[in-house]
């Protein structure tokens, strides 16, 4: 049988070149580079996982069957998406993107598949907003008090570089994870966001959006590569500020 590349793997070439391209500015602040692949590598290995679980809770094991549920990371590693793509944008200083080995879903096994396929595929984010909500939770509760402002300020005014190695993996944990968790939201396909538009459009629609779906990677491909207008500054940017301030409160 045929196998196809997973279409976040054609963003996964671009980002590539793009990092690549950058990867000789890249050696500046080295421990903060190893710290966002570590943090990039566990948060979208659990975003696929939270997928396969929600799904099993909807009544489709295809996932635990295939041996994926599990923490166990190399069930879930991507070549591309999960090793060389984030390792060389967090070379680049280009940000935090990967993916792992999408979790395999058959809705027809589910009890009502059109509402439950929106929940299994919206839990990808929200296990990232969780991680980053966890962030904030450690920096104010686990860490002495008034950690979290301070982590705000020296951001704000230092870098994040400023920062020690613990406080420094925590806001690298929030702030990767809201990224993650926006790009995702996105409501393109195969982004999980797209999910939303399935759902509320007319069963005598599907037809049409599963074939805009075969077209629709290119078009994230360019808005992924050539970002026309800043748009993803637009789209990370309020919810990155948010969470930052959140540290300040």
Same mark, same amino acid.
């Given at each position: 049988m045929k196998r196809f590349v997973h279409p976040q793997a054609w963003v996964a070439i671009g980002l590539i070149v793009i990092a690549l391209y950058g990867v000789r500015h890249s050696f500046r602040d *080295?421990?903060?580079?190893?710290?966002?692949?570590?943090?990039?590598?566990?948060?979208?290995?659990?975003?696929?996982?939270?997928?396969?679980?929600?799904? !099993?809770? *909807?009544?489709?094991?295809?996932?635990? #069957?295939?041996?994926?549920?599990?923490?166990?990371?190399?069930?879930?590693?991507?070549?591309?998406?999960?090793?060389?793509?984030?390792? !060389? !944008?967090? /070379?680049?200083?280009?940000?935090? *993107?990967?993916?792992? #080995?999408?979790v395999p879903i058959n809705p027809a096994r589910m009890r009502h598949p059109r509402n439950d396929l929106l929940v299994v595929s919206l839990a990808g984010p929200a296990t990232n907003l969780a991680i980053a909500g966890l962030s904030i939770f450690l920096l104010r509760v686990a860490r002495p008090s008034g950690t979290a402002r301070l982590v705000y300020v020296v951001v704000s005014t230092l870098g994040v570089g400023s920062l020690d190695l613990t406080d420094r993996l925590l806001y690298l944990l929030g702030f990767v994870n809201v990224t993650l968790a926006v790009f995702n939201a996105l409501p393109i396909p195969p982004l999980d966001g797209s999910a939303v538009v399935a759902r509320l459009l007319p069963r005598s629609a599907m037809p049409a959006? @599963?074939?805009?779906?075969? @077209?629709?990677?290119?078009? /994230?491909?360019?808005?992924v590569l050539l970002d026309p207008g800043q748009f993803l500054a637009h789209v990370f940017g309020p919810a990155q500020r948010t969470w930052a301030r959140l540290l300040a409160k």
């Open positions: *080295f421990s903060t580079t190893i710290l966002v692949f570590a943090v990039v590598v566990p948060s979208i290995i659990l975003h696929e996982l939270a997928h396969g679980v929600s799904a !099993l809770a *909807f009544g489709d094991d295809t996932a635990r #069957k295939a041996g994926r549920l599990t923490l166990n990371p190399v069930r879930h590693v991507d070549p591309i998406g999960t090793l060389i793509l984030p390792g !060389l !944008l967090a /070379l680049a200083g280009l940000g935090a *993107f990967g993916y792992a #080995k999408p959006w @599963y074939s805009f779906q075969r @077209y629709a990677m290119l078009g /994230l491909l360019v808005l």
